[in-house]
């Protein structure tokens, strides 16, 4: 009974085939199908990550994993064992489960907690093998938690907490572990803390799989990523291929603009919405689809806009940008037309001709929250003669002027221009701008662009029909008290998911 | 201090208190004798088996009023003690406090197991209905003798608690699982049915509805040896057993789910559980009737003590109970009128438990 292997992960098993595999597993609960024809294989000393929506099935995949619950069909071996019909002394030394939140109300003290881990290993009647003390003790200490081993269970944070469970997990030596949502209920320094134990556990060879709710922590921490979406594994492969802005538009339902992280360089994400959910019918969806739209503007909220406009106009360029900035980088990925300025550079003549240009060949521009530096008012200068104006403000003028009276004046010499309303094909295009517009503007918390934008996108039509100045959504010339600045435009996924 | 260390501790000194607890109360009485004169009656109780007939059912202790053909015993002490004295210690108050012992250790270790078993501070020994089936069983034996002439009230009370416990358990079994959830509430209503078993027995026992009460009620009157030789093995053997699988029970504690991620056999530990501790329960409460309370309110107080690790948690609360029902035993023979123990563990746990549950955390495991 006793079996007391001391060999590590690694050592006790061959290095050449798969720790994991999964052949066209079927999970169900009930009646009811959770997921279906998925295949997959999991290397040794893998950092796989489960992303996917809420419902996906994450979870209902790792309790695959521990044998937890049956496949309707296929199978899971983990190193070669079916996992769903064994012993659970045998699963249990197989795999390893740090729980999303265990129901640890019994305080037990932490070093109990970790003792645990080594049940599988141990005789009912013997006392506890000097191997069964050398990995609690290593577990503690590889976790951080052995100086306060002897506290109890229910008395330490939830982040202490969690690295207890990764102990036991760690104690129990199995050669895969199971991560189910393990950062879902930390803040965020302690989700790095978590994850980063992690990684260190598979740059010691062992094998982990999670499901990872964080999209960019996931990308960043993980081997590989397996997306799992509409009840199947919809993406298998490197963070960045997985995380793209089309997978995740299909899987998440959402608009996303990945990026990368200017620190780590991986993806990061940010989503607007739901894809597709144009309702409003007023302005007929096509009167966009053939215009050109140049966008001036930097920053995320630019990039939302960008990646609005993309999927509504026919053609979008933008600038001047700063290289390396995240509105390069989105044009840049996406293949759009963006006038770079070198970074941290002022905007050079050239840049400066490159955006009348384009500003020339546009149907409109939209100047979307422009801080007015000195650079900018020469530019605005060369917009008064071009394609109509428009502006999406999310702070009030007066905090964006940065050169003085001359270029505020300018501003509003650009955005107060009359129009010129040739064609009923022009009225139909502004009209649908501005919805896309108001869609951006309203899809962030509380800014004065979407008030601005509010009051008079109700009846484009009707309106523009009536008084053509009054079509130009411009709220620094009537700037609500309520307008405060600093809202942020984008919304994580995550917000969107704890909705 | 290391936790097996402090398994030893903590169960030196719940067995020193036992033993000074068991040398007051067979002091008292009565008849008063000195606890010196009690210590020395009690030492010439002690025999050992002379002769290598014996049975393996006879243990080789306390057998001395009623011999078994075929086994010679041989006193081991020969302490000068008043012949009235030695018959009243030896053959009249100790084995009703033996007998005490035995179901207070027993009780009070299976409510630690079904507490922790059921993740639930309500549970009692009798959650699945061993009680009910006991007394079911107990008062058809009374009530109508003549349907059960074969069988002693112990027996028959014992059968009727296993076949209760066993039928709530089949009831609550579904394809090779057992939620505990379903067993708490199958429970429950088998308990309420038996209830009314025994309430139309009581109306049709004619007169003897009073014994059949005063059984009911818990009691220990008129305890010989005979009575401690049949609780005495289960109680041991089953506390035993159950003491090997206190680290399975801390590892329930976390779930089914989790228990079988780290290497327990859920549903065999389940049933293992459930069987050792209603075996337990039914031998106890066989012989003394429905005692209440003992083996809900001393694992609460053990765990105020010693924490919820059952590994320190079930030999100490079933030396804990056993203090703790010879206490109230004596309360209710010694005290100014002879009770049912039953009534006097309801009277003295229930208030003190309600202190407990004021003074500190007695709110969850």
Same mark, same amino acid.
């Given at each position: 009974?006793?079996?007391?292997?001391?060999?590590g992960?690694?050592?006790?098993?061959?290095?050449?085939?798969?720790?994991?595999?999964?052949?066209?597993?079927?999970?169900a609960?009930?009646?009811?199908?959770?997921?279906?024809?998925?295949?997959?294989?999991?290397?040794? =000393?893998?950092?796989?990550?489960?992303?996917?929506?809420?419902?996906? =099935?994450?979870?209902?995949?790792?309790?695959?994993?521990?044998?937890?619950?049956?496949?309707a069909?296929?199978?899971?071996r983990?190193?070669?064992?079916?996992?769903t019909?064994?012993?659970?002394?045998?699963?249990?030394?197989?795999?390893?489960?740090?729980?999303?939140d265990t129901?640890?109300?019994?305080?037990?003290?932490?070093?109990?907690?970790?003792?645990?881990?080594? #049940?599988? #290993?141990?005789?009912?009647?013997?006392?506890?093998?000097?191997?069964?003390?050398? #990995?609690?003790?290593?577990?503690?200490?590889?976790?951080?938690?052995?100086?306060?081993?002897?506290?109890?269970?229910?008395?330490?944070?939830?982040?202490?907490?969690?690295?207890?469970?990764?102990?036991?997990?760690?104690?129990?030596?199995?050669?895969?572990?199971?991560?189910?949502?393990?950062?879902?209920?930390?803040?965020?320094? #302690?989700?790095?803390?978590?994850?980063?134990?992690?990684?260190?556990?598979?740059?010691?060879? !062992?094998?982990i799989?999670?499901?990872?709710?964080?999209?960019?922590?996931?990308?960043?921490?993980?081997d590989?990523?397996?997306?799992?979406?509409? =009840?199947?594994?919809?993406?298998?492969?490197?963070?960045?291929?997985?995380?793209?802005?089309?997978?995740?538009?299909?899987?998440?339902?959402?608009?996303?603009?990945?990026? !990368?992280?200017?620190?780590?360089?991986?993806?990061?994400?940010?989503?607007?919405?739901?894809?597709?959910?144009?309702?409003?019918?007023?302005?007929?969806?096509?009167?966009?689809?053939?215009?050109?739209?140049?966008?001036? =503007?930097?920053?995320s909220?630019?990039?939302?806009?960008?990646?609005?406009?993309?999927?509504?106009?026919?053609?979008?360029?933008?600038?001047?940008?700063?290289?390396?900035?995240?509105?390069?980088?989105?044009?840049? !990925?996406?293949?759009?037309?963006?006038?770079?300025?070198?970074?941290?550079?002022?905007?050079?003549?050239?840049?400066?001709?490159?955006?009348?240009?384009?500003?020339?060949?546009?149907?409109?521009v939209?100047?979307?929250?422009?801080?007015?530096?000195?650079?900018?008012?020469?530019?605005?200068?060369?917009?008064?003669?071009?394609?109509?104006?428009?502006?999406?403000?999310?702070?009030?003028?007066?905090?964006?002027?940065?050169?003085?009276?001359?270029? $505020? $004046?300018?501003?509003?010499?650009?955005?107060?221009?009359?129009?010129?309303?040739?064609?009923?094909?022009?009225?139909?295009?502004?009209?649908?701008?501005?919805?896309?517009?108001?869609?951006?503007?309203?899809?962030?918390?509380?800014?004065?662009?979407?008030?601005?934008?509010?009051?008079?996108?109700?009846?484009?039509?009707?309106?523009?029909?009536?008084?053509?100045?009054?079509?130009?959504?411009?709220?620094?010339?009537?700037?609500?008290?309520?307008?405060?600045?600093?809202?942020?435009?984008?919304?994580?996924?995550?917000? !969107?998911?704890?909705? | 201090?290391?936790?097996?260390?402090?398994?030893?501790?903590?169960?030196?000194?719940?067995?020193?208190?036992?033993?000074?607890?068991?040398i007051?109360?067979?002091?008292?009485?009565? @008849?008063?004798?000195d606890?010196?004169?009690?210590?020395?009656?009690?030492? +010439?109780?002690?025999? @050992?088996?002379?002769?290598?007939?014996?049975?393996?059912?006879?243990?080789?202790?306390?057998?001395?009023? @009623?011999?078994?053909?075929?086994?010679?015993?041989?006193?081991?002490?020969?302490?000068?003690?008043?012949?009235?004295?030695?018959?009243?210690?030896?053959?009249?108050?100790?084995?009703?406090?033996?007998?005490?012992?035995?179901?207070?250790?027993?009780?009070?270790?299976?409510g630690?197991?079904?507490?922790?078993?059921?993740? +639930?501070?309500?549970?009692?020994?009798?959650?699945?209905?061993?009680?009910s089936?006991?007394?079911?069983?107990?008062?058809?034996?009374?009530?109508?003798?003549?349907?059960?002439?074969?069988?002693?009230?112990?027996?028959?009370?014992?059968?009727?608690?296993?076949v209760?416990?066993?039928?709530?358990?089949?009831?609550?079994?579904?394809?090779?699982?057992?939620?505990?959830?379903?067993?708490?509430?199958?429970?429950?209503?088998?308990?309420?049915?038996?209830?009314?078993?025994?309430?139309?027995?009581?109306?049709?026992?004619?007169?003897?509805?009073?014994?059949?009460?005063?059984?009911?009620?818990?009691?220990?009157?008129?305890? +010989?040896?005979?009575?401690?030789?049949?609780?005495?093995?289960f109680?041991?053997?089953?506390?035993?057993?159950?003491?090997?699988?206190?680290?399975?029970? +801390?590892?329930?504690?976390?779930?089914?789910?989790?228990?079988?991620?780290?290497?327990?056999?859920?549903?065999?530990?389940?049933?293992?559980?459930?069987?050792?501790?209603?075996?337990?329960?039914?031998?106890?409460?066989?012989?003394?009737?429905?005692?209440?309370?003992?083996?809900?309110?001393?694992?609460?107080?053990?765990?105020?003590?010693?924490?919820?690790?059952?590994?320190?948690?079930?030999?100490?609360?079933?030396?804990?109970?056993?203090?703790?029902?010879?206490?109230?035993?004596?309360?209710a023979?010694?005290?100014?009128?002879?009770?049912? @123990?039953?009534?006097?563990?309801?009277?003295?746990?229930?208030?003190?438990?309600?202190?407990?549950l004021?003074?500190?955390?007695?709110?969850?495991?």
């Amino acid at each position: 009974m006793k079996d007391n292997d001391d060999a590590g992960p690694l050592e006790e098993s061959s290095p050449v085939s798969p720790i994991v595999t999964v052949s066209d597993l079927e999970l169900a609960y009930g009646p009811i199908p959770v997921l279906e024809d998925v295949s997959f294989a999991v290397d040794r =000393g893998e950092f796989v990550g489960l992303v996917g929506p809420n419902g996906a =099935g994450k979870t209902t995949l790792l309790r695959a994993l521990t044998g937890a619950i049956e496949p309707a069909t296929g199978g899971v071996r983990i190193d070669g064992t079916d996992i769903t019909n064994c012993r659970s002394r045998t699963s249990s030394r197989l795999v390893s489960v740090v729980p999303q939140d265990t129901s640890l109300s019994f305080s037990f003290d932490v070093r109990t907690v970790v003792e645990m881990g080594r #049940h599988p #290993h141990r005789s009912r009647f013997a006392p506890p093998s000097a191997v069964d003390r050398r #990995h609690v003790r290593r577990a503690l200490e590889r976790t951080r938690t052995a100086q306060f081993a002897d506290r109890a269970i229910d008395a330490v944070s939830g982040g202490e907490r969690q690295r207890v469970l990764f102990a036991r997990a760690i104690a129990q030596d199995t050669p895969l572990m199971v991560l189910d949502e393990p950062t879902a209920s930390l803040d965020v320094n #302690h989700r790095i803390e978590t994850l980063e134990l992690a990684r260190e556990l598979v740059d010691d060879g !062992r094998t982990i799989v999670a499901a990872i709710h964080d999209l960019e922590l996931a990308a960043r921490y993980c081997d590989r990523l397996c997306l799992l979406a509409n =009840g199947t594994l919809q993406a298998d492969g490197n963070p960045a291929d997985v995380v793209t802005a089309s997978t995740l538009a299909s899987a998440f339902d959402a608009e996303a603009v990945v990026g !990368r992280n200017p620190v780590t360089g991986t993806p990061t994400v940010t989503a607007f919405g739901a894809a597709g959910d144009d309702e409003g019918d007023e302005p007929d969806e096509s009167a966009l689809a053939e215009a050109h739209v140049h966008i001036v =503007g930097t920053g995320s909220f630019t990039t939302g806009l960008l990646a609005r406009l993309e999927g509504a106009a026919g053609r979008v360029s933008v600038g001047p940008a700063p290289e390396g900035g995240i509105v390069t980088e989105h044009a840049t !990925r996406r293949g759009l037309e963006c006038v770079q300025t070198e970074a941290f550079g002022p905007v050079t003549a050239g840049d400066r001709t490159d955006v009348a240009s384009l500003c020339e060949a546009a149907d409109a521009v939209v100047l979307a929250d422009v801080t007015l530096t000195a650079g900018n008012q020469l530019l605005l200068e060369s917009l008064e003669s071009v394609a109509p104006v428009v502006a999406v403000d999310r702070r009030p003028l007066e905090e964006r002027l940065q050169a003085g009276d001359e270029a $505020a $004046a300018r501003y509003r010499a650009a955005v107060d221009r009359q129009v010129d309303q040739s064609g009923d094909g022009m009225v139909h295009m502004w009209a649908r701008l501005r919805q896309v517009l108001l869609e951006v503007s309203s899809e962030s918390p509380v800014g004065p662009a979407s008030g601005a934008l509010d009051s008079r996108g109700r009846e484009p039509a009707k309106r523009e029909a009536e008084t053509p100045s009054e079509k130009r959504a411009d709220p620094s010339t009537d700037d609500e008290p309520s307008s405060k600045a600093g809202t942020n435009p984008d919304r994580s996924l995550e917000q !969107r998911q704890n909705d | 201090m290391s936790r097996p260390g402090r398994v030893g501790a903590w169960s030196l000194a719940l067995s020193v208190l036992l033993v000074a607890v068991i040398i007051g109360s067979a002091a008292l009485g009565p @008849v008063r004798i000195d606890p010196l004169t009690v210590a020395k009656a009690m030492a +010439n109780v002690l025999v @050992v088996p002379w002769g290598f007939e014996w049975s393996a059912l006879t243990l080789p202790v306390l057998e001395r009023t @009623v011999p078994h053909p075929g086994v010679g015993t041989r006193p081991v002490f020969g302490f000068d003690v008043p012949d009235t004295h030695q018959t009243i210690v030896g053959d009249v108050r100790l084995p009703r406090i033996a007998l005490a012992a035995t179901v207070g250790f027993g009780l009070a270790a299976a409510g630690t197991v079904m507490q922790g078993f059921f993740r +639930n501070p309500l549970a009692d020994p009798s959650i699945i209905g061993v009680s009910s089936g006991a007394a079911a069983g107990a008062v058809a034996a009374i009530a109508f003798p003549a349907l059960i002439p074969f069988a002693s009230l112990h027996l028959s009370a014992f059968v009727g608690a296993i076949v209760t416990a066993f039928l709530v358990y089949a009831i609550a079994t579904e394809g090779g699982r057992t939620p505990v959830a379903t067993l708490l509430l199958a429970g429950v209503a088998v308990q309420a049915f038996l209830g009314a078993m025994i309430s139309y027995m009581l109306v049709h026992s004619g007169e003897n509805l009073r014994e059949a009460v005063i059984w009911m009620m818990g009691h220990l009157l008129g305890t +010989n040896w005979g009575d401690v030789a049949f609780a005495l093995p289960f109680a041991l053997v089953g506390v035993a057993i159950l003491g090997t699988y206190t680290r399975d029970l +801390n590892v329930l504690l976390l779930g089914e789910e989790e228990a079988h991620q780290l290497g327990v056999d859920v549903e065999r530990t389940k049933l293992l559980l459930l069987v050792l501790a209603s075996i337990v329960t039914a031998a106890g409460v066989a012989v003394a009737g429905v005692i209440g309370f003992v083996g809900l309110v001393v694992p609460h107080m053990m765990r105020l003590v010693v924490g919820p690790d059952h590994r320190i948690l079930l030999p100490t609360s079933a030396l804990a109970g056993a203090s703790f029902l010879v206490v109230t035993d004596t309360v209710a023979r010694a005290g100014p009128a002879e009770v049912p @123990v039953g009534i006097v563990t309801a009277a003295l746990g229930a208030p003190f438990f309600l202190y407990l549950l004021k003074r500190r955390e007695v709110h969850s495991l």
